[in-house]
Nanobody, 119 residues
Framework: QVQLVESGGGLVQPGGSLRLSCAAS????????MRWFRQAPGKQRELVAS???????YYADSVRGRFTISRDNARKTVYLQMNSLKPEDTAVYYC?????????????WGQGTQVTVSS
């Protein structure tokens, strides 16, 4: 079982920055992909960024060039640096761990952290 705890959300003005953190209860070195999703009111949850154990990064078109995902295996933590924030980035942000083991794949979710971009 993997527990994930997000932090770092809050209220920020347009153009501002926030850094989200996701602390895992286990070593994340062997977790195939650590991902950030977000869900805005009335919308489906969407993948924002992903970082694999092999160092492959993925970003949604809407955040590429503004957001950066990083993994700190020693601290068992994943970060999402968000710059040049826009009102449309307002959402609950969720950390996700995707693991492929001998019994198949599993996913674990954090409880989410609210990000509000508003003047």
């Amino acid at each position: 079982q993997v527990q994930l705890v997000e932090s770092g959300g809050g209220l920020v003005q347009p153009g501002g920055s926030l850094r989200l953190s996701c602390a895992a209860s286990v070593n994340i070195f062997s977790i195939n992909a650590m991902r950030w999703f977000r869900q805005a009111p009335g919308k489906q949850r969407e993948l924002v960024a992903s970082a694999t154990t092999g160092g492959i990064m993925y970003y949604a078109d809407s955040v590429r060039g503004r957001f950066t995902i990083s993994r700190d295996n020693a601290r068992k933590t994943v970060y999402l640096q968000m710059n040049s924030l826009k009102p449309e980035d307002t959402a609950v942000y969720y950390c996700n761990a995707f693991y492929i083991g001998s019994a198949g794949s599993r996913e674990y979710w954090g409880q989410g952290t609210q990000v509000t971009v508003s003047s």
